[in-house]
């Protein structure tokens, strides 16, 4: 069992930077990779970027540039640092850890943080 807990998510005006944080808790030594994802009503949730537990990342496309993921494996906490925000980016941001030990794979999911930008 791996538990997921966002926070970090604001109100901000276009332009302006934001970290969001995630703190995971459990059994995090068979977490493979973590990541951000974000949703917007009626639309399906879609990836921002992720990170390996050996460091690699990876970003969508169009994030790449002004977002920046990272991860603090002492700490068990993910990081998006999120630059020259627009309000496009407005949407609740999701953490998601790859759970895979022994036979077992698993996706876990936090309950979300939102992120609003005005213009």
């Known amino acids: 069992q791996v538990q997921l807990v966002e926070s970090g998510g604001d109100l901000v005006q276009a332009g302006a930077s934001l970290t969001l944080s995630c703190a995971a808790s459990?059994?995090?030594?068979?977490?493979?990779?973590m990541g951000w994802y974000r949703q917007v009503p009626g639309k399906e949730r879609e990836l921002v970027a992720f990170?390996?537990?050996?460091?690699?990342?990876h970003y969508a496309n169009s994030r790449k540039g002004r977002f920046t993921v990272s991860r603090d494996n002492a700490k068990n906490t993910l990081y998006l640092q999120m630059n020259s925000l627009e309000p496009e980016d407005t949407a609740v941001y999701y953490c998601h850890a790859f759970y895979a030990c022994s036979d077992s794979e698993y996706d876990y999911w936090g309950q979300g943080t939102q992120v609003t930008v005005s213009s």
């Open positions: 459990g059994n995090t030594i068979c977490i493979s990779r």
């Open positions: 990170v390996h537990s050996s460091g690699t990342t």
